[in-house]
Nanobody
Framework: EVQLVESGGGLVQPGGSLRLSCEAS????????MQWVRQAPGKGLEWVST????????TYADSVKRRFTISRDYAKKMLYLQMNSLKPEDTAVYYC?????????WGQGTQVTVSS
């Protein structure tokens, strides 16, 4: 059974940084591309970043390019999102999930609030 547990969110001032983590289990992590998506208050899901199963290819939404970095640790089966230079518009619940037809598994998400 696919299980995803996000953590690392919190309250941070504009310009600050956070590192989100996603603990993954129940599937072959090394064969699966992974992504981060977010949902801001009153808005739908927004794709943030994807990392290929090989880890060699990463892509980002224009809104987070040069500020966020996605990475993965195969030994620990962990997915990460390093977020720098945070802006108020980054405020959202952040979720990790699988890329492809098996992307209908969700953790509880982790809340990121950027405010002074």
């Amino acid at each position: 059974e696919v299980q995803l547990v996000e953590s690392g969110g919190g309250l941070v001032q504009p310009g600050g940084s956070l590192r989100l983590s996603c603990e993954a289990s129940g599937f072959t992590f090394s064969s699966t591309s992974m992504q981060w998506v977010r949902q801001a208050p009153g808005k739908g899901l927004e794709w943030v970043s994807t990392i290929h199963n090989s880890g060699s290819i990463t892509t980002y939404a224009d809104s987070v390019k040069r500020r966020f970095t996605i990475s993965r640790d195969y030994a620990k089966k962990m997915l990460y999102l390093q977020m720098n230079s945070l802006k108020p518009e980054d405020t959202a619940v952040y979720y990790c999930n699988l890329v492809g037809p098996f992307n209908n598994y969700w953790g509880q998400g982790t809340q990121v609030t950027v405010s002074s």
